[in-house]
């Protein structure tokens, strides 16, 4: 049997049954469904079927699908006792309808006035053999739009004949690096809407579905067959949507787990100076050892009775809560998802459970704490999974939290720091990390952990050089020891020799020396050496951005990635929030342009409310312009906001990912619709963003329908060299200033000329000083860069002249690798160093 699709039998904003303010409704005793909160007065059919009932007081319909389904359309909560005042109904019992026939009409007004509620729940009434599989919630829906899937559970495959309230379910997904902690999540929160209890069983072992931390343990592997059994109420229901998640999953969010660490060669560790680890954030540091040994925290074995010890353990784990939420406001992106993660785990039901078995069995919730995580430890210990191994520096974290909350001690780890410290730990924990005075932290380097831990994920945000795995060797180190970390390398270099020092300290300090007379001029204008103009603009990824790049020289931004607003969240932004975040930026800007690309989601940006379904490839998926092709009501809503902007003019639309001049026109028609619609005749630029090789190949067609082009090295570069981006073990080769980029650009510039419209570049090659020249030797005109290297771009452009920058661009297009490039680069321009790079 097919699946049964009801359409959205009102206009208004769709939402979770659970936010009904009634528990009848939001406990799912009526059955499973969505709200609709009205903003029209008609309700309409939504699948063709016979109404079973109007009730009598003429509030609610009832209607059977023709697959048997009964379908509760309940408008307003407690209506009933309106006694029909306000209703009028359209149809009559018996009385057969087609999708979208008006079945009832209200007045909004009367019922805003005299009921409790006008939420209207729409709800599966009858589940038995029926369940949802599909729901639209957390957005505005039309009247016609897809608000539910309903599918016949006999007809699902993989059922087991089973007892009433069990249900179980064998799927083989797709999981290429297994079930790590971000789809643990998802299967989590799935089973967690259940009342069922929910079980994943794989390779004879079994988990809670419910935990992340038991089913990271299950230690899935791509191949493995799993399978899903509930008991207990709603069991069938909760086996087929968990099931459901595990099939739709695959991991986009998480890159694979990084080659396993090169094993220091016998030649490096007989070195006594020197110590081979992982490179986990780069950058080069000269400073003083120091050991950070968090005191271990003494703990009694026995409580002081259950009742209290539970209590107490529910105080601290609300503590720890409190302050994780409080350290993840205004952090970054990287920064709220692993605070998140943690909170999720500090909820673990395993995790709890196990707790509380141990106090119940007398211990101190102190004690029993600590063992059930240390319990998880050992078991994520045991798999040979490098990333799962990585979580246990998460656990340990949440370990110590809760302990410095129950017993007001232990907190004092955060150790004073001399000005220069190189860290040197077993292991530091992010929340240490976090605790740290960065401003005295010159460097980093711990015995274990490994490079996607979540502590080197922070350094990398806070700029600090770190290495880690360089094993126990780190550990003997002398507190005031002189160290050199070269954390580009991963090397710590032990008792250098004074001329190792001063060479290191020159180099250093002669990058400062750059790094602050570019600032001294970054406020200048930019041209070449010899007059012609470049102009240096800043990629924007969030409003508090603005202002800091105008202050480093930006000119303008040439990209603001607006995925910031579209991202970690379950419902899209509407159009007020969208167009604050947008004139936030506009106003931080003071007036300078702003390009605002339009959403690039979709591939390894996924977000939840986005339905894309199962791609094997994703890169090469739904994404960019394509999802916004594909969901045109988001377009539309986003340019509506960027184009109510004030001052008008200020803002231009850029689209990223464009591989044809169809969806340039068709993005454009959109921006006609939207136009008119807001009574707005004042003109708006719209580019593309050239991140497909077809793109620049089709640059003179595309520069016909658009009014500029801003090269994605990022995208264009992975596409031309058909090389993952996030893909660590190809991380060295993914180099934008390879020829075969290069010559794309030359194409992109060539064709956008014959039609009189500028090029810039948008990607990292951008804020790369040392392809400065070769990008203005191909003729483009601006270069938006990472705020931060704005200056030495600047200084980049002023130290070349026009003609020998296409001298140099002229070779490199000729030469055969990027290593060639690079080369040919320094040796024409040696002050131009690379390693100033900060990212796209
Ligand atoms: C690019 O691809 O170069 C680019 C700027 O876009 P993003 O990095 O956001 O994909
Ligand atoms: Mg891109």
């Known amino acids: 049997m097919s699946d049964l699709i009801l359409l959205s039998p009102l206009k208004g904003w769709a939402a979770p049954l659970a936010e009904a303010p009634d528990p009848v409704f939001a406990e799912k005793m009526m059955g499973d469904g969505v709200l609709i909160d009205p903003t029209g007065a008609t309700l309409h059919a939504p699948c063709d079927g016979q109404v079973i009932s109007v009730h009598h007081t003429r509030h609610a319909v009832t209607?059977?699908?023709?697959?048997?389904?009964?379908?509760?359309?309940?408008?307003?909560?407690?209506?009933v006792a309106l006694g029909g005042q306000g209703f009028e109904p359209h149809v009559a019992d018996g009385q057969t309808v087609r999708a979208g026939d008006p079945l009832l009409s209200f007045d909004l007004d009367h019922l805003a006035r005299h009921a409790k509620s006008l939420i209207t729940p729409i709800i599966l009434a009858s589940p038995e053999g029926f369940q949802i599989v599909r729901r639209t919630e957390g957005r505005a829906v039309e009247v016609g739009d897809v608000l539910m899937v309903v599918r016949a559970t006999d007809a699902a495959t993989g059922a087991s004949a089973m007892g009433e309230g069990e249900a179980s379910r064998t799927v083989a997904p797709h999981l290429p690096h297994g079930l790590h902690a971000r789809p643990a999540a998802a299967v989590a929160n799935a089973a967690k809407r259940f009342p069922a209890e929910v079980w994943i069983a794989c390779q004879g072992r079994k988990a809670n579905a419910k935990s992340v931390v038991a089913l990271m343990a299950l230690g899935v592997r791509e191949g493995d067959a799993l399978t899903v059994t509930a008991?207990?109420?709603?069991?069938?229901?909760?086996?087929?949507?968990?099931?459901?998640?595990?099939?739709?999953?695959?991991?986009?969010?998480?890159?694979?787990?990084?080659?396993?660490?090169?094993?220091?060669?016998?030649?490096?560790?007989?070195?006594?100076?020197?110590?081979?680890?992982?490179?986990a954030s780069p950058g080069l540091a000269v400073g003083k050892a120091l050991r950070f040994v968090p005191a271990e925290i003494a703990v009694s074995e026995a409580g002081q009775g259950a009742v209290q010890e539970s209590a107490e353990l529910a105080r601290a784990r609300g503590v720890v809560r409190d302050s994780l939420e409080k350290a993840a406001v205004g952090g970054d992106r990287e920064r709220r998802s692993i605070l998140a993660a943690h909170i999720a785990l500090l909820d673990d039901p395993e995790l709890v459970s196990a707790a509380q078995g141990l106090i119940d069995a007398g211990k101190s919730a102190a004690f029993a704490w600590r063992q059930a995580i240390r319990a998880q430890v050992v078991m994520l210990q045991g798999l040979d999974d490098s990333r799962?191994?990585?979580?246990?520096?998460?656990?340990?974290?949440?370990?110590?939290?809760?302990?410095?909350?129950?017993?007001?001690?232990?907190?004092?780890?955060?150790?004073?720091?001399?000005?220069g410290t190189i860290l040197l730990a077993e292991e530091l924990l992010p929340s240490q990390l976090v605790a740290l005075d960065a401003d005295r932290l010159a460097g980093l380097c711990t015995a274990a952990g490994g490079p996607t831990s979540h502590v080197a994920i922070l350094a990398a945000g806070m700029g600090l050089p770190a290495v880690v795995a360089a094993g126990e060797r780190v550990l003997a180190i002398a507190d005031g020891a002189p160290l050199i970390l070269d954390a580009d390398k991963g090397q710590l270099h032990l008792d250098p020799e004074p001329w190792e020092l001063e060479a290191v300290e020159t180099a250093l300090n002669a990058r400062r020396q750059r790094k602050a007379a570019a600032k001294a001029s970054a406020l200048d204008l930019c041209n070449t050496a010899d007059g012609h103009r470049v102009e240096i603009f800043a990629n924007l990824g969030k409003p508090s951005e603005a202002a800091p790049a105008v202050e480093n020289g930006a000119e303008g931004s040439g990209l603001l990635r607006t995925e910031f607003l579209f991202l970690e969240r379950e419902t899209p932004p509407d159009?007020?929030?969208?167009?604050?975040?947008?004139?936030?930026?506009?106003?931080?800007?003071?007036?300078?342009?702003?390009?605002?690309?339009?959403?690039?989601?979709?591939?390894?940006k996924p977000a939840p409310y986005l339905p894309i379904p199962y791609e094997d490839n994703p890169a090469l998926g739904l994404r960019g312009v394509r999802t916004s092709l594909w969901r045109p009501d988001l377009l539309r809503t986003q340019l509506r906001a960027v184009l109510r902007v004030k001052p008008a003019g200020q803002c231009r639309i850029m689209i990223p990912m464009v591989a044809s001049v169809a969806e340039v026109q068709a993005v454009r028609a959109v921006l006609n619709e939207v136009k008119a619609e807001l009574g707005n005749a004042d003109p708006v630029e719209l580019g593309v963003m050239v991140e497909t090789p077809s793109c620049a190949v089709l640059a003179d067609q595309i520069a016909e329908v658009a009014d500029f082009l801003s090269v994605g090295?990022?995208?264009?570069?992975?596409?031309?060299?058909?090389?993952?981006?996030?893909?660590?073990?190809?991380?060295?080769?993914?180099?934008?200033?390879?020829?075969?980029?290069?010559?794309?650009?030359?194409?992109?510039?060539?064709?956008?000329?014959?039609?009189?419209?500028?090029?810039?570049?948008?990607?990292?090659?951008?804020?790369?000083?040392?392809?400065?020249p070769v990008l203005v030797g191909l003729g483009v005109r601006e270069l938006s860069a990472a705020p931060a290297m704005i200056p030495e771009v600047k200084m980049a452009v002023r130290a070349?002249?026009?003609?020998?920058?296409?001298?140099?661009?002229?070779?490199?297009?000729?030469?055969?690798?990027?290593?060639?490039?690079?080369?040919?680069?320094?040796?024409?321009?040696?002050?131009?160093?690379?390693?100033g790079r900060e990212g796209a």
Do not use: F
């Open 800 to 835: 070349v002249t026009l003609a020998a920058a296409r001298e140099a661009a002229l070779k490199a297009l000729d030469l055969k690798s990027a290593a060639e490039v690079r080369a040919l680069l320094l040796k024409t321009w040696p002050n131009l160093s690379a390693s």
């Open 388 to 419: 799962m191994v990585e979580r246990i520096g998460d656990l340990k974290d949440l370990e110590r939290q809760v302990l410095v909350a129950l017993l007001g001690k232990g907190g004092e780890g955060a150790p004073e720091l001399p000005p």
């Open 575 to 604: 159009e007020e929030e969208q167009l604050v975040a947008y004139q936030a930026i506009a106003t931080g800007l003071g007036g300078r342009p702003l390009i605002v690309r339009t959403l690039d989601i979709g591939g390894d």
């Open 63 to 79: 209607l059977r699908a023709t697959s048997g389904a009964e379908i509760l359309m309940h408008v307003g909560l407690e209506t």
């Open 713 to 772: 090295t990022n995208d264009l570069t992975q596409y031309a060299l058909a090389m993952d981006r996030g893909n660590p073990a190809l991380a060295a080769q993914l180099d934008a200033l390879h020829p075969a980029v290069l010559r794309l650009i030359r194409q992109t510039v060539e064709g956008a000329a014959r039609h009189g419209r500028w090029v810039g570049v948008c990607g990292g090659l951008a804020s790369d000083p040392l392809a400065a």
């Open 231 to 279: 008991t207990g109420p709603e069991a069938e229901a909760a086996a087929a949507a968990v099931a459901a998640v595990l099939e739709g999953l695959q991991e986009r969010a998480e890159p694979p787990p990084p080659p396993k660490p090169a094993k220091p060669s016998v030649a490096a560790s007989q070195d006594p100076k020197l110590i081979i680890g992982v490179p």
